[in-house]
């Protein structure tokens, strides 16, 4: 009985931990050519704050999450998060300006 409850202690410890990673897209509208376009300007931090220094999201596209605190979101590139994690911070964004995607759709939403 106590390896079942170490086991299942074990697994909710590893499932709340991958709680943080997941993979986001910023919010879409469809123009009238067919192409996507922000809903409006996003703009992404360089802490999980308002005041803090800022910078215009320029397009759409896919983001790894790897952490949250309150209303942001800490993103990191595609693009480099799996080859070179250290190179991957995009900064902090409000998570209500994304929507969630699968996972496993992160990379390729990203490539352009």
Request: charge should be positive; hydrophobic fraction near 40%; include cysteine.
């Amino acid at each position: 009985m106590k390896k079942l409850l170490c086991a299942l202690a074990a697994a909710v410890s590893v499932s709340s931990a991958m709680a943080d990673v997941g993979c986001v897209y910023t919010k879409t509208k469809t123009l009238a050519n067919g192409n996507l376009a922000l809903l409006h300007p996003v703009y992404v931090y360089a802490e999980p704050d308002q005041n803090s220094q800022r910078k215009q999201l320029p397009t759409v596209g896919a983001f790894f999450v790897t952490q949250r605190r309150h209303e942001f979101i800490k993103l990191a590139d595609p693009k480099y998060f799996e080859s070179n994690p250290s190179y991957s911070f995009a900064g902090w964004a409000k998570s209500s300006d994304f929507d969630a995607v699968a996972y496993r759709n992160c990379s390729a939403a990203s490539v352009e």
